[in-house]
């Protein structure tokens, strides 16, 4: 299995520009999370969701933010318009219907805004 | 607020000698507390996870010790080597998927 995929792994943009981030889950899992990492935060959960249904978007940070996820082997996170504060790794992570639920992190997009 | 406390920030360690992680936690919901290992431009990935029904458990050079009474639990890495060097995060959630981590601790690991 290729693991969850996420493109692109580096974006640029100027503050004011729309941003999309994509993720591919693996295959079969039901679960898929969005995540931001920086250092002054950690790793923060955004939002995630169960067979393609947004189950908890509590940790979106405004109404800048949304995802969507429009089928099982895709989802994306954008940003309209961006903001230098936005700078940050964001993770996308699947996890299947399981007891232990691990989930499953992608290698995440580097988020530079400028 | 950050629901699982994480120290220390980093450590070093000779090659061979055992590293030590700490985590503290409030919520008594939490029934899932797994450990994430994160090397630099990589995603994190499960290292190992342990549920309050037990105080230990053993994978390999990785053990997490687990009071639940305290509502601590630790990580202990064995005979650490120099590839063991990165970064460590515990975590914690209730019966949802909502994994809240703590703040990550660097671990390096001195040849």
């Known amino acids: 299995d290729a693991g969850v995929i996420q493109s692109p792994r580096h974006e640029v943009t100027e503050m004011g520009q729309e941003v999309t981030l994509r993720c591919k889950p693996i295959s079969g899992h039901d679960y898929l999370f969005w995540y931001r990492q920086t250092m002054m935060r950690g790793l923060e959960l955004l939002i995630y969701?169960?067979?393609?249904?947004?189950?908890?978007d509590s940790g979106m940070p405004e109404d800048r933010f949304s995802a969507k996820m429009p089928n099982a082997s895709f989802s994306t996170l954008k940003i309209q318009p961006s903001e230098p504060r936005d700078s940050a790794v964001y993770f996308c992570?699947?996890?299947?219907?399981?007891?232990?639920?691990?989930?499953?992190f992608g290698p995440g997009t580097r988020l530079t805004v400028t | 607020q950050q629901q699982v406390k994480q120290s220390p920030q980093s450590l070093i360690v000779q090659k061979g000698g055992i590293s030590i992680i700490n985590c503290a936690y409030e919520?008594?919901?939490?029934?899932?507390f797994p450990w994430y290992q994160q090397f630099p431009g990589k995603g994190p990935a499960l290292l190992i996870a342990?549920?309050?029904?037990?105080s230990e458990k053993k994978e390999g050079r990785f053990t997490i010790s687990f009071n639940k009474s305290a509502k601590q639990f630790s990580l202990h890495i064995m005979d650490s080597q120099p590839g063991d060097s990165a970064t460590y995060f515990c975590a914690a959630r209730p019966n949802d998927y909502k994994l809240s981590f703590g703040a990550g601790t660097t671990v390096t690991v001195r040849a």
């Open positions: 342990i549920r309050p029904d037990v």
């Open positions: 969701f169960n067979n393609n249904v947004p189950i908890d």
């Open positions: 919520n008594t919901a939490f029934d899932y």
């Open positions: 992570a699947s996890s299947s219907d399981s007891i232990s639920g691990e989930q499953y």
